[in-house]
Nanobody, 126 residues
Framework: VQLQASGGGLVQAGDSLRLSCAAS????????MGWFRQAPGKERKFVAA????????TYADSVKGRFTISRDNAKSTLYLQMNSLKPEDTGVYYC????????????????????WGQGTLVTVSS
């Protein structure tokens, strides 16, 4: 499975961005898909995940109510709509894929995802 993330950029606090992750190879529709981010000098952290059906999305507390994860299985594409961006949202955003579903408590664990995209940089200025 190959993942290609895009849509990052430099924005001001309060602005919006939409990230995309195009998948090829494998069977996208059966995959658990997630977004993670890594701030400068910090560890990569979970942002959001969505199951194959698009239902029951899971979010990190820090983005809940501002970010929306979605997927278009027909286009094999994962999205992350980010609204009301804050400087602390700055980082490299990675999309990740797993062929099998996970229990809710495990979807935040990056080590459970075998496939990763190259990342797209989001910079939010104050």
């Amino acid at each position: 499975v190959q993942l290609q993330a895009s849509g990052g950029g430099l924005v001001q606090a309060g602005d919006s961005l939409r990230l995309s992750c195009a998948a090829s190879g494998g069977t996208f529709s059966v995959n658990l898909m997630g977004w993670f981010r890594q701030a400068p000098g910090k560890e990569r952290k979970f942002v959001a995940a969505v199951r194959r059906s698009g239902g029951m999305p899971t979010y990190a507390d820090s983005v809940k109510g501002r970010f929306t994860i979605s997927r278009d299985n027909a286009k094999s594409t994962l999205y992350l709509q980010m609204n009301s961006l804050k400087p602390e949202d700055t980082g490299v955003y990675y999309c990740a894929s797993r062929p099998q579903d996970l229990i809710l408590s495990a979807v935040r664990d990056g080590s459970q995802y075998p496939y990763w995209g190259q990342g797209t940089l989001v910079t939010v200025s104050s």
